[in-house]
T-cell receptor, first 113, second 112 residues
Framework: EAQVTQNPRYLITVTGKKLTVTCSQNMNHEYMSWYRQDPGLGLRQIYYSMNVEVTDKGDVPEGYKVSRKEKRNFPLILESPSPNQTSLYFC????????????FGPGTRLTVL | GIQVEQSPPDLILQEGANSTLRCNFSDSVNNLQWFHQNPWGQLINLFYIPSGTKQNGRLSATTVATERYSLLYISSSQTTDSGVYFCAVEKYSGAGSYQLTFGKGTKLSVIP
């Protein structure tokens, strides 16, 4: 089954404790991205990747890092989480031709205390 | 950056009614997509529609790129249509990069 998986689905952590949210897709997609969703603000793009070892900033990259060492994985790293990073995070992937149909993961709800 | 405005922000429908959701964008775009987020948070792509009209069952979408808007039509609405509908536009930003910008969504509630 074609899918995008994210882990963990829920996470409560404390300020400053490094964390990683994993994202994996099994569709051999070249494009992957991370979004955060906040009430009243919709979805905002954090980072995206066009291929292995090729990443670029989206609209709200501050406080986040990403890596793309393998085509199927695109982890989101918060080196020193802060309460303003409390949000719902989505990973997405799509084929090479522009963004085409975006497939979204189930979401990760992160709370930073 | 590009601005994406959706209207109305909230919509309540009686089951069986029809509705039209609108998406306006501030600049020329390469593509446009409509998504549905169900009440459990799952995001599903509905249409990938840079221009023209597409239909999928009770849903259809029309994009008029030259006038910078898109419309999503829902006919004979059902309670399962409830959720938030997002419009997202794609703009080529150079060197093979595409960025996707979302509107803030239209929250639809269909009541029996």
């Amino acid at each position: 089954e074609a899918q995008v998986t994210q882990n963990p689905r829920y996470l409560i952590t404390v300020t400053g404790k490094k964390l990683t949210v994993t994202c994996s897709q099994n569709m051999n997609h070249e494009y992957m991205s991370w979004y955060r969703q906040d009430p009243g603000l919709g979805l905002r793009q954090i980072y995206y990747s066009m291929n292995v070892e090729v990443t670029d900033k989206g609209d709200v990259p501050e406080g986040y890092k990403v890596s793309r060492k393998e085509k199927r994985n695109f982890p989101l790293i918060l080196e020193s989480p802060s309460p303003n990073q409390t949000s719902l995070y989505f990973c997405a992937s799509s084929t090479r031709q522009g963004w085409d149909t975006q497939y979204f993961g189930p979401g990760t709800r992160l709370t930073v205390l | 950056g590009i601005q994406v405005e959706q209207s109305p922000p909230d919509l309540i429908l009686q089951e069986g009614a029809n509705s039209t959701l609108r998406c306006n964008f501030s600049d020329s775009v390469n593509n446009l997509q409509w998504f549905h987020q169900n009440p459990w948070g799952q995001l599903i792509n509905l249409f990938y529609i840079p221009s023209g009209t597409k239909q999928n069952g009770r849903l259809s979408a029309t994009t008029v790129a030259t006038e910078r808007y898109s419309l999503l039509y829902i006919s004979s609405s059902q309670t399962t249509d409830s959720g938030v509908y997002f419009c997202a536009v794609e703009k080529y930003s150079g060197a093979g990069s595409y960025q996707l910008t979302f509107g803030k969504g239209t929250k639809l509630s269909v009541i029996p």
